[in-house]
């Protein structure tokens, strides 16, 4: 059988390999008195709230299971809208709101509405690895442009004008960051964005993690830019991270007035609609009672951070870029792995999954810029197990 070339250009998903490896070595240490600690999977240990959970039974009781439209339920986008208006202060139209089934949905139909054949969209290397491939699967090439953690691994305006050619499209872009746990600055992205609009190009932000921000000064939606550049950025979202609904596969999408007809063109015919069940579930995320809980729960993530990623550098495992957002520490293992007697981010973190019985993920997926250098932990574990974790790197590492 003849395999498509797009279907080749896809590279495996390395992390998942990793926790494939770790869950094979669970089993057998499952009764032992080291169980195996997974900080490898970017996932809330949270589960969706009581009223959220509850919103969700009562619309399978009631029959509320069929089709919506495919931009999603008018009710859902207009919570969304507000959201953003209280929030972070962005005014956007519910009409520019498309409902989507998880982000990677989201970022599949922007990439098939606006990227042709040939087209390249430069990103920050290091970066979360699917983006690069819903890039490729419509036919384009990214760019990977290498960062430094005095940039907190993102882009810059300069940068993006270095790069520019004929072939570009635009950029995307995460703030915060999947491996990096960083946000662009709001001055620096304004500087992106104005230039690639000047360009004619398109300017995509994954902002999946931005309710996961702990530092005023970044978090910050890029919707929220003045006049017409709030109004013409591409923005990514989801239900899974700071809504803790990662299963429920529901996220959305915002973008300019004149793009959504298209969206929900395409969107028609690919997904018909995201799950009714849970955008009927997500309606309850914004009631008061669930948003305080997830300000809670963003609390917990941030005394997470505090604790766990000084405790990696006291260990050699140092973080050069303090994250303020999400649940990740990109953690360089040099030091860490000569003291095991191995060499680069793989053979580091399959000693650690054999010694420690503790599973984090190898920078190999993150990029090209000196991948054997990073490892990323992620912190979405309750605090206990990180304690854990620091006592068994401890002794490793000793």
């Known amino acids: 059988m003849k395999i498509a070339q797009r279907a080749q250009r896809i590279e495996p998903f390395y992390v998942m390999e990793v926790a494939k490896a770790a869950s094979a070595l669970a089993r057998e240490v ?36 069929q089709y919506t439209q495919a931009t999603g339920l008018p009710a859902l986008r207009e919570r969304i809208s507000d959201w953003y ?10 009409s520019r709101i498309i409902i989507t089934a998880g982000a990677s949905a989201a970022l599949q139909l922007a990439c098939l509405a606006l990227i042709e054949a040939g087209d390249e969209i430069l990103m920050p290397d290091p970066s979360y690895p699917c983006n690069r491939h819903f890039v490729s699967a419509a036919e384009g090439s990214s760019v990977l442009i290498p960062t430094t953690a005095e940039e907190r691994f993102q882009l810059t305006e300069e940068k993006v004008r270095s790069a520019w050619n004929d072939k570009t499209r635009g950029v995307l872009l995460a703030s915060p960051s999947n491996p990096t746990g960083t946000s662009i600055a709001p001055e620096e992205l304004q500087r992106i964005h104005e ?3 000047g360009q004619g190009g398109m300017t995509l932000i994954d902002e999946i993690y931005l309710g996961l921000s702990y530092e005023e000064h970044f ?5 929220a830019m003045p006049g017409e550049l709030g109004q013409s950025v591409i923005s990514i979202n989801s239900f ?25 063109r395409i969107a028609q015919n690919l997904f ?9 579930a997500a309606l309850a995320c914004f009631e008061p009672d669930s948003l305080l809980e997830y300000e809670r729960r963003r609390a917990e993530f941030k005394a997470r951070r505090d604790y766990f990623i000084p405790e990696l550098n006291r260990l050699g495992l140092r973080v050069p870029v303090m994250p303020d957002g999400a649940f990740y520490a ?12 191995v060499t680069g981010s793989w053979d580091f973190a399959f000693e650690l999954m054999k010694r420690a019985h503790l599973a984090v993920t190898p920078g190999r997926d993150f990029g ?3 991948p054997e250098k990073f490892v990323r932990f992620s912190t979405a574990n309750s605090m206990a197990q990180l304690q854990e974790a620091v006592a068994r790197l401890k002794v490793v590492l000793a």
């Open 30 to 65: 499952a009764h032992t008195s080291q169980p195996m600690i997974f900080l490898n999977i970017g996932e809330p240990d949270f589960t969706a709230p009581p009223l959220v959970q509850e919103a969700g039974a009562r619309a399978i009781a009631q029959g509320n299971t």
């Open 272 to 280: 018909i609609c995201a799950s009714t069940v849970a955008q009927h």
């Open 195 to 197: 230039f690639v609009h």
């Open 240 to 264: 899974s991270k700071y809504f803790n609904m990662t299963g429920w596969r529901l996220g959305w999408l915002v973008v300019p007035e004149a793009l959504a007809p298209v969206i929900e």
């Open 368 to 370: 090209q810029a000196a």
């Open 330 to 341: 990109y953690a360089d293992c040099t030091e860490a792995a000569a003291r095991l007697g």
């Open 219 to 223: 978090g910050h939606s890029a919707l």
């Open 85 to 94: 208006a209280s929030r972070f202060a962005a005014q956007v139209a519910p």
